[in-house]
């Protein structure tokens, strides 16, 4: 009987000394990681702004994380590709809900803003977005945030500057139909100020590279009103080829640019074309703000390439993000901890949200493409 109580007895506390390693072994493990989605066009004609963004939002994410993550917690960035269609926009928004994201970086195009705010809405999910500016999503108590200034902003110095300037008086305007939320909004924005001062739009020709339409042909209806100008509002890669074709037919007209074409891709796929193009900037490329300049560098040293404007706003929106699940208290959304901070430091200029997540920024500079650059005229 003493051998089976004694057997017993130490059975019992080899057990108790298991539940207690199997407590402290289980406390030992790391914290469930924050999960964070990112949405944006990576493939396609739209990719730049989608693989800046996604890439600026990764570093941002890595940088938080070796600084101790948020209460000691890794943040994890899941990344979808919405190919700038907005079916696939909200099934990766529907598959990052599935997957418990805390809040969505992105979208980077308009109308794949309004493709996932309904979704957001009714998930209550937060998403802030890196380059969305159509202004179909202003003045709306929703979960949609973006750290850019709408058309209005942007469209608008562009006008009043060709008309102080005096280059462009009679012009005809492209626009891609593929982001129209955006590229029609923008277009409404420009012609406002530009006719009230005496400017002239001769034509508007909508397009659409999935009908085939070449751009040769859009070029020549360009040219046929006789313009002093050409307006071109579209993605950088449809902006350098419209170029090429328009040069082909009048190599010495002026051309202006919308913002959504001033990236990196515009100076490589458009080579001599776009020599003496107009762009209307959302940031300056040259800032020595010293939050600016370390990000740049980076930025480079990891990709080695320039962020420009889709990684810029990117890394300020994921910065966003992370500073409200800091501030984040129990018991309290993330949208109203958002709201309750409504000022951030930005790369190269602080920002505030108003009550509906919108900001306003008086960022908007002219530049011109100068030797495969863009050189700031004012």
């Given amino acids: 009987m003493r051998a089976v109580f004694h057997w017993k007895r130490s059975f019992w506390r080899w057990a108790g000394s298991g539940v207690f390693i199997g407590f402290l072994f289980l406390g030992c493990q790391p914290a469930e990681p924050i999960r964070l989605g990112f ?5 396609g004609r739209v990719a730049d ?3 800046s963004g996604r890439d600026a939002a990764q570093l941002a994410v890595e ?3 070796r600084n101790g993550g948020i209460d000691g917690r890794q943040v994890l960035l899941i990344i979808k590709n919405d190919q700038q ?10 598959e990052l809900i ?7 970086i992105g979208p ?3 109308d794949m803003g309004l493709a996932i705010t309904p979704l957001l809405n009714e998930n209550r ?3 802030v977005s890196p380059t969305v500016t159509t202004q179909h999503l202003s003045g709306r108590d929703d979960y949609f945030f973006r750290v850019s200034a709408t058309t209005r902003e942007y469209a608008g110095r562009s006008a009043r500057y060709h008309i102080h300037s005096g280059d462009l008086r009679r012009i005809v305007a492209a626009y891609d139909r593929g982001n129209r939320s955006f590229t029609e909004n923008w277009l409404e924005n420009f012609h406002t100020p530009f006719t009230a001062a005496g400017g002239e739009i001769l034509a508007t020709i909508g397009f659409n590279t999935a009908e085939g339409r070449t751009f040769l042909e859009i070029a020549r209806e360009l040219l046929a009103p006789v313009p002093d100008g050409v307006l071109i509002i579209a993605n950088s890669m449809d902006s350098a080829v419209l170029c090429q074709q328009i040069r082909k037919l009048d190599p010495a007209i002026p051309i202006s640019l919308a913002d959504w074409g001033a990236t990196e891709r515009l100076l490589e796929l458009g080579g001599r074309a776009v020599e003496g193009v107009t762009v209307v900037q959302t940031f300056d490329r040259g800032s020595p703000a010293p939050r600016y300049q370390a990000f740049r560098k980076a930025y480079l040293e990891r990709y080695h390439r320039e962020p420009g404007f889709p990684g810029v706003y990117a890394h300020e929106a994921t910065q966003v993000v992370l500073a409200a699940l800091r501030a984040q208290k129990k018991g309290r959304s993330l949208k109203e901890a958002l709201l309750s901070l409504r000022q951030f430091e930005g790369l190269q200029d602080d920002f505030s949200f108003d009550e509906f997540g919108d900001v306003k920024r008086s960022n908007a500079s002219i530049s011109i493409v100068r030797n495969r650059k863009f050189v700031v005229l004012e």
């Fill in 39 to 43: 949405v944006g066009g990576t493939s």
């Fill in 49 to 51: 702004l989608g693989i």
């Fill in 63 to 65: 940088q938080c994380n």
């Fill in 85 to 94: 269609d907005g079916d696939m926009a909200r099934k990766a928004v529907r």
């Fill in 98 to 104: 599935g997957e418990g994201v805390a809040a969505i």
């Fill in 108 to 110: 980077m195009t308009s």
């Fill in 125 to 127: 999910l937060v998403a």
